[in-house]
């Protein structure tokens, strides 16, 4: 029964568009704890207080949702079919080109829960995230088998690249774990070390927030004209140490039509970027990830330039 349910999971993960899928045995994840609490220590998280908080929720899921048996973690692809122009543009970060990927991601969810409860019955105290909750998404993605953590911190499929989207869905029943930990394949490479301009990534596995230009131009509400990073023309996030990554070179354009650019957004060049009234922010972005920094915070970034 608990194998014929973990592969029940699976099947009905991929019949719903999810790229991966993998079950684990919800417990403590002490080796990650270990290596988060050691990152803020030194302050590498900036601004962003939240993730000093419910500490203890985030090593252990059963502390998150009581009566959590198994962590179920899911990719969801968000490489779009069509790029922005580098030509007289500005640049923001590849998830946040279509709708607010927390929603999409989590009706999928969802909808996975329900085909599950067709073979469990209905099942109690069950919760669902996508990037919404005191959970070490990529931590629980690697232990179902859907990755390495690679030099630049990402999560990284070595099929299929970086550019995902990772859920996760408690639930309340043991299951057989599937999925093997993947080991690290970074080699020798450090191409995402090179390229990062400001040197966020300041040793291999270790990310400085401080220094990153998605936390500088998403989470950090302070004046930018008092750092000395090279934005590069980022305007919302970064996609810099995912691009010039050898394994991203099998990315391949999503199939989910909520992901990809809209033609007014295709359209714009820095002109339109720099005249972007409050008004035409809510029409391009009311759905977009975009709407986290906020109208002002994106004309603060454009004017930092």
Known sequence: MLTNLSQHIITQAEKLGFDACGVAKADFLEDDAEKVEK????NCQGEMDYLTRNKEKRYDPRLLNEGTKTVVSVLCNYYPKQI???DNNYKISKYAYGDDYHEVVKQKLRQLLEKIELLTGKLENTRIFVDSAPVLE????VRCGLGFIGK????IHPKKGSFFFIGQLLLP???E??????PNHCGRCTRCLDACPTGALKAPF????RKCISYLTIEYKGDLSQTDANFSDWIYGCDICQDVCPYNRFSLPNCEEKFQPSEKLLALRKTDWQNL???HFKELFGKSAVKRAGFEGLKRNIENL
Do not use: F, M, Y
């Open 39 to 42: 990152w803020l220590s030194e």
């Open 84 to 86: 922005l122009t580098s």
């Open 138 to 141: 990529r931590a629980w993605a």
């Open 152 to 155: 630049n911190t990402c999560l």
């Open 173 to 175: 029943v043991e299951t």
């Open 177 to 182: 774990p599937v999925g093997k930990i993947i």
């Open 206 to 209: 270790q990310l400085d927030a």
């Open 277 to 279: 009234d409050e008004n």
